[in-house]
């Protein structure tokens, strides 16, 4: 008929309207008006190959009822695949009447919908279970499901475990320990660290099977001093491992790992030494003989259970002092340093010390000058001498049954001063932690790319650098930030703490003010408060 629609295939018909399919297209031709929708629509249920795409056309229709054949649909496929705009989903309809489902047989159905599955090109991903035996019909299921890529696992670095010193008390019967390791000393070729090299990422598969390259995950750099450390790559367990190329002391410095100057003396510094002055880290296995001395820029660590006797002088211009046995100075001994100092005892000596003494069990006619002077047992005591701090001491006793002049000074400090550094500190932290959350952000968009050009490969390089650098520099800020507010959780403008007694012919002094004790068998603090002392 030269392509012109008769209308012929009605295949509903009422009073009001006749429903008419011709190839792929649905039309209406309503003769009455006033039929519900409702039961239009219970019509169309019996069709389940019917789309309605012209919801307009068709109230029109239905409105005026002129007789006009009006396309208001389209004919599903029976068996219809729809693909997902990602391509990574494959769903089908089965379209069939329910007098069309009783005479279906599965197996040969589920034929079918593979063949049309691989007609749309569909070739990955096939729910077998879903196409054979969870056949649904006149509701959309998925049949077919892409695989997505998955990312590769970042990079992971762990380092050589450079702690803070931190003593420890061993009370065994008569004898006491006082355990501490303050040199991290290591041999040549031992380990200092490693990293878990970035991985590829896993490759996916559209429902199509078009390949999604996958990312890898994102490389770290190592951070280490190429004179002192190198790196070896070991392909069978997918790591790079740091080493060292000396001798000598683990330290970070400047945000790398590296290995520093260290002089061990295995025995005693002797004649057979002379005395010592290193560049560097020293460490001694035995003592140090008296009339002897040993300066060092970085930390010292004599390690002998006797611990040192009327030395000359130990100083550390840089670094911190371990002493492990004791100081039995016979009014000669002088031990300075710029940072801590770690004994077990100390009797009739000098020290004058930058940062904190810590001493284990008892000060004995000493003259110590430091930050503050703690002592770690219970028991603790100083006896004698003159004890100087300028934030405060905490110790078990002060002074002795035989009554024994004994002095403890806090020169005190400006809370102010320090509560401003301390904001200040703050303040820094929070930046800094404000920027490694951005510099964060900036490197996951770069995780979320499959492929970067050159320009953004050394931007990403630049990104990693300064988030080294920020780390670096965070760390060292909360470490003062730790000492700072150690320092105001001090009483007062300066602190005297005694956990249990103060005997007489004891002198306390806070800066200008002083007070002579008659003794006492409690616990007190004293601190200053203004220009004056209070007691707690």
């Known amino acids: 008929m030269g392509g012109v629609i008769m209308f012929n295939n009605v295949v509903f018909t009422n009073a009001h309207f006749d429903l008419i399919e011709e190839d792929v297209r649905y039309y209406v031709r309503f003769r009455k008006k006033d039929y519900p929708m409702s039961e239009f629509n219970t019509t169309l249920g019996s069709f389940p190959q019917f789309l309605l ?25 029976r068996i219809e695949i729809s693909i997902s705009k990602d391509r990574m989903k494959a769903s089908v309809r089965l379209n069939y009447s329910d007098d069309e489902v009783a005479k279906l047989d599965p197996p040969v159905l589920a034929k079918d919908i593979i063949r049309q599955l691989e007609a749309s090109h569909v070739i990955f991903g ?46 065994d019967g008569k004898v006491n320990h006082y355990e501490l390791q303050l040199i991290n000393n290591v041999e040549k070729g031992d380990w200092v660290g490693e990293r878990d090299d970035a991985t590829p990422g896993e490759t996916g598969k559209t429902v199509y099977g ?44 400047d945000g790398k790992i590296s290995v520093c100057n260290y002089l061990e003396i295995d025995g005693k510094v002797s004649f057979k030494t002379g ?44 670094g911190n002092i371990y ?67 300028d934030i405060k001491v905490v110790t078990g006793e002060i002074g002795g049954r035989g009554e024994i002049f004994t002095q403890v000074v806090i020169n005190g400090f400006k809370r102010d001063e320090l509560k401003s550094k301390y904001d200040a500190i703050n303040d820094a932290i929070q930046k800094y932690e404000q920027k490694l959350t951005a510099i964060k952000q900036k490197l996951n968009i770069y995780d979320s790319s499959t492929t970067i050009s050159d320009k953004e490969k050394e931007n990403l390089k630049q990104l990693t ?25 001090t009483k007062g403008e300066g602190e005297i703490r005694v956990t249990s007694k103060i005997y007489p012919n004891v002198k306390l002094a806070f800066s200008d003010s002083e007070m002579h004790s008659h003794g006492s068998n409690l616990p007190v603090t004293y601190y200053l408060s203004g220009n004056t002392i209070k007691e707690l």
């Open 210 to 253: 078009e390949v999604l390259p996958g990312q890898s995950g994102r490389q770290l750099d190592l951070s280490y001093d190429p004179n002192t450390v190198e790196e070896v790559y070991v392909d069978k367990d997918k790591k790079t491992y740091l080493y060292s190329k000396r001798k000598g002391a683990v330290v970070f410095e």
């Open 465 to 489: 650098e300064l988030e080294s650098t920020l780390k670096d520099n965070l760390k060292l800020l909360l470490d003062n930030q730790k000492h700072y507010k150690s320092y105001l959780q």
């Open 275 to 318: 005395n010592i002055d290193f560049d560097g880290f020293v460490g001694v296995t035995d003592t140090i003989e008296d009339n002897f001395s040993i300066t060092a820029e970085k930390d010292i660590q004599v390690m002998g259970d006797i611990g040192v006797g009327a030395v000359n002088t130990i100083e550390s211009t840089e």
């Open 126 to 171: 096939y729910d077998l279970q879903s196409i054979s035996q969870n056949l649904q019909f006149r509701t959309e299921y998925t049949v077919a499901t892409g695989t997505l890529p998955d990312k590769g696992s970042d990079a992971s670095i762990r380092y050589y475990n450079v702690s803070e010193p931190q003593p420890k008390l061993f009370e």
């Open 323 to 389: 002493i492990r046995g004791g100081i039995a100075g016979k009014n000669k001994a002088r031990i300075v340093c710029n940072g801590n100092l770690y004994t077990k005892f100390a009797a009739d000596c000098t020290i004058e010390c930058e940062g904190t003494v810590n001493i284990g069990y008892y000060a004995m006619n000493c003259q110590i000058k430091a930050k503050e002077v703690i002592m770690e047992s219970s028991k603790s005591k100083i006896i004698g001498g003159r004890t100087e701090a």
């Open 53 to 77: 795409t012209d919801f307009s056309a068709l109230r029109t229709a239905m409105v005026h009822a002129s007789g006009t054949v009006i396309h208001i649909g389209e004919k599903r496929p």
